[in-house]
């Protein structure tokens, strides 16, 4: 079986925060994060399993600070681990104060995305492995978070 490490499907963008996506208070629309992390989550799926995916789920994001008009935007998403078709990818968002010159943690999330055939069948993927002791603990934590998920969906 074919395996990936975490760093092979590392993505990276950087954007910056214009007037139109922020409100009142000059902070960007926590919708429009959301839809960015979705659209880098999918990137670096797709880069890992080499198909078509889609969002099966997102489990968490927390909004740690905010990001204001003039900042840089960075996302940053791999895939933490994998299953038969799903793959667990956590994204990383950081907002830069390019007049300071600081750099802050803004929000973390993890998604489920699934590898699909062209009937919208899901298709295994390769597997991952981790190199760096980050990659170690987003991958070791991983069966935990899966396990929660499992959980919550039974609940529906
Ligand atoms: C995600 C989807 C392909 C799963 O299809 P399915 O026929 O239910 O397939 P399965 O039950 O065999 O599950 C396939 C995998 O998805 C995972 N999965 C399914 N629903 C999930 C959920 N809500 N959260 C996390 N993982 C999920 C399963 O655990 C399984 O993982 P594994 O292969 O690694 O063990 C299907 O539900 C779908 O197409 N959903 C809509 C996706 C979409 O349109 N997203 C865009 C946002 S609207």
């Known amino acids: 079986m074919k395996s990936f490490s ?3 499907s590392r993505t990276v963008q950087t954007r910056l925060i214009l007037p139109p996506d922020t409100n009142h208070l000059d902070t960007i629309f926590g919708g429009k994060v959301l839809a960015y992390i979705d659209e880098i989550a999918a ?4 880069k890992h399993a080499n198909s078509t995916v889609v ?13 204001t ?11 933490t681990y994998t299953g038969t078709s799903s793959m667990e990818v956590y ?7 390019l007049i300071k010159d600081e750099v802050r943690l803004t929000t973390e999330s993890f998604l489920t995305l699934v590898a699909v055939n062209e009937q919208g069948k899901p298709i295994s993927v390769p597997k991952v492995f981790p190199e ?3 990659e170690k603990h987003l991958y070791e934590t ?5 396990e ?9």
């Open 6 to 8: 975490i760093n092979h």
């Open 142 to 146: 991983a069966p935990k978070r899966r």
């Open 148 to 156: 929660n998920r499992k959980k919550r969906s039974l609940i529906r």
């Open 91 to 97: 994204v990383k968002v950081t907002a830069h104060d």
């Open 55 to 67: 969002t099966a789920s997102i489990d968490s994001v927390d909004f740690v600070s905010s990001a």
């Open 43 to 46: 990137l670096s799926a797709m």
């Open 132 to 134: 760096t002791e980050e």
């Open 69 to 79: 008009a003039g900042d840089a935007l960075t996302l940053e998403a791999c895939v």
